[in-house]
């Protein structure tokens, strides 16, 4: 029953080319009848024409057959170029929508799946998916007419016989039922032993440099070889699958026409059948057969095709990011204040944050301060609604931002983090981000960046590589860095943002602080010191809880763990 949804909703999708589809039937249809004259003409001009030396007929049913040989090609031509085009459109109509689900998909997912999982998967789905559409669905649809059709000649010629053949109709479809539930489970695990690979695939290969380094080769060779058996040996249960089914289509109609001939054979000793009945009844029998084959198949082709396409809408039942209203944020008002108000938070039921309190004003510079794992970068994601509170409430100008449309309340921000990833393009174009500012704006954003620093030497033009990997960590946070001054939006997030930078860099981005960002509410997460010495507030996370507020002098007096995050050898 649940399965049936998801057809209906793979259907769905051809919906909008059901004219399309028609005509690719009456193509078929009209192909397949033009089919049925040929032996006709080929029987008339053998027996009227080569038989009697009558090259006026041989001519004619030549040119008859040609004629009809060329209108059957065009047909099939037409037929199959309204086809390609609806795969080809659906095909993208699939992706498009995956993709655009992706885009606002709730973050845990990507905690889950890695990217080539996800295309990987997505590739497969969508490929097993469009099998509804290729020249064997469609021709067997066609084949429902031509049954009807030869099943009324049968029952014209005998009763008996056709009830035999129908007799065969359930078995048949008993054991194609069978072999489909074969074939979806089996079907089921190799997509699932598929992804479950490319996820290793690109775990691993993102490692290359750790696998080289530890001398993990052996290791991971032998992986491969256990989850390629994997999925071989499932492949290869398909495929024996295939052949099996094949088997039995073939012995059953073999067995039917064995049956035909006795059956037919007794009827026609008692004198209830002629002999040119038991040979036409014979010779529908063969154009009934093989199509009724072919339709009761479906669902077999079915059972290949079901577990992408529930695969493929499971990503929609996926939670997308929340956004409930679309309560207009008034510009002007805006970012007089961030309340953060009784706020718990847990990943997957473990808490990570615990009663969280504190408000930033407008043009305030905080910074938030805590021991690895002590909740900072959460409360930043939780700000910027890549989740959602467990309860409590975050207020901008003391509107619930749950209630602000999400498009333009993350308008509303630039952030520079650790970990910003860099598109495989230019320096410019990542700093750009389709935006089109002023070169003179640009330019001083470079400036301020510490971009235009000769030390950097690369040219605007420089591709930057996947996730910039042809820069060092520095100019990586430099160019990032610039991508949030450009957007020059009120609120600035700064997670560890010159963490890798260097020393006379960071000097003059911190200044920026009181330059170019004195207008801006400032959110950082740092141990500098001498950062921490010019914040207006500074926030002190303990294992999910706020320990101290204060400033830098009063938290070095009265904050034992303050103390402790600032003076760790690592942040010194
Ligand atoms: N996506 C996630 N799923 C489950 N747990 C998570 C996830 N992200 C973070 N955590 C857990 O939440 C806790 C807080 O993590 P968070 O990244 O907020 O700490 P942090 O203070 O920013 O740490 P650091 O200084 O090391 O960056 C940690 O215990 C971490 O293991």
Redesign the pocket.
């Known amino acids: 029953m649940k399965d049936k949804i998801y057809i209906k909703k793979l259907l769905h999708n051809l919906k909008q080319y059901r004219f399309n589809i028609i005509l690719i039937i009456i193509c078929l249809l009209a192909s397949t009848l033009l089919n049925l004259v040929l032996p006709l003409f080929n029987k008339r001009m053998i027996d009227y024409g080569f038989m009697k030396n009558d090259l006026k007929v041989i001519l004619t049913f030549c040119s008859l057959i040609l004629l009809f040989s060329l209108l059957m090609f065009t047909l099939d031509f037409i037929r199959e170029r309204i086809r390609i085009n609806i795969s080809a459109k659906t095909k993208f109509k699939l992706h498009k929508d995956a993709l655009e689900h992706l885009l606002k998909i709730n973050v845990?997912y990507f905690?889950k799946k890695n990217c080539n999982e996800i295309f990987n998967n997505l590739n497969t789905d969508i490929n097993n998916m469009l099998l509804i559409v290729n020249s064997a669905t469609f021709f067997i649809i066609s084949q429902f007419f031509s049954v009807l059709g030869g099943l009324i000649g049968l029952f014209i010629i005998s009763k008996e016989l056709t009830l035999m053949v129908i007799i065969f109709i359930p078995i048949k479809l008993i054991i194609l039922k069978y072999l489909s539930n074969k074939r979806y489970k089996l079907t089921k695990d190799y997509i699932n032993y598929n992804s479950n690979y490319s996820h290793w695939f690109d775990d691993n290969l993102h490692a290359f440099k750790e696998i080289r380094l530890f001398g993990l080769q052996p290791y991971k060779l032998h992986e491969v070889e256990v989850k390629q058996k994997t999925i071989l040996d499932t492949d290869v249960k398909i495929n024996l699958l295939d052949i099996i089914r094949n088997f039995f289509d073939k012995s059953i109609a073999q067995l039917l026409i064995f049956l035909i001939y006795i059956i037919g054979a007794i009827l026609m000793l008692d004198l209830k059948l002629s002999f040119g009945s038991i040979f036409a009844f014979i010779n529908y029998s063969v154009y009934v057969i093989a199509p009724i084959s072919s339709i009761l198949g479906i669902g077999y082709i079915l059972s290949g095709i079901l577990p992408s396409t529930k695969r493929y809408y499971a990503l929609f039942e996926e939670r997308a990011e929340y956004d409930i209203d679309n309560t207009c944020i008034q510009k002007t008002n805006a970012c007089r204040e961030i309340k953060f108000k009784n706020i718990y938070f847990s990943?997957?039921k473990?808490p990570?944050l615990t009663n969280i309190n504190f408000t930033i004003g407008r043009k305030e510079k905080v910074a938030l301060v805590?021991?690895?794992?002590?909740?900072?970068?959460?409360?930043l994601n939780l700000l910027q609604r890549f989740y959602e509170p467990d309860s409590g409430e975050i207020l901008l100008d003391e509107i619930n931002i749950k209630s602000l449309d999400l498009h333009k309340y993350r308008d509303l921000f630039s952030m520079v983090s650790q970990e910003t990833y860099l598109f495989d393009t230019t320096i410019e174009k990542n700093i750009k981000l389709y935006s089109k500012p002023e070169a003179l704006h640009y330019r001083q954003v470079v400036k301020d960046s510490q971009l235009s620093d000769k030390s950097i030497n690369l040219c605007d033009e420089y591709f930057v590589g996947r996730n910039g990997t042809k820069l060092s960590g520095g100019q990586r946070q430099k160019i990032s860095l610039a991508r949030a001054l450009i957007r020059n939006k009120p609120i600035l997030i700064l997670d560890?943002a010159t963490s890798q930078v260097d020393n006379y860099s960071e000097d003059r981005i911190n200044a920026l602080l009181k330059t170019r960002l004195k207008d801006n509410m400032v959110l950082l997460?740092t141990h500098r010191t001498d950062i921490l010495k010019n914040v207006d507030k500074i926030i002190v996370?303990d294992e999910?809880r706020i320990c101290a507020i204060g400033n830098h002098n009063t938290l070095r007096e009265t904050s034992h763990i303050y103390n402790e995050v600032i003076s760790s050898r690592r942040y010194g």
């Open positions: 845990d905690n990943y997957d473990k990570v805590g021991l690895n794992g002590s909740g900072k970068t959460t409360i560890e997460v996370i999910g």
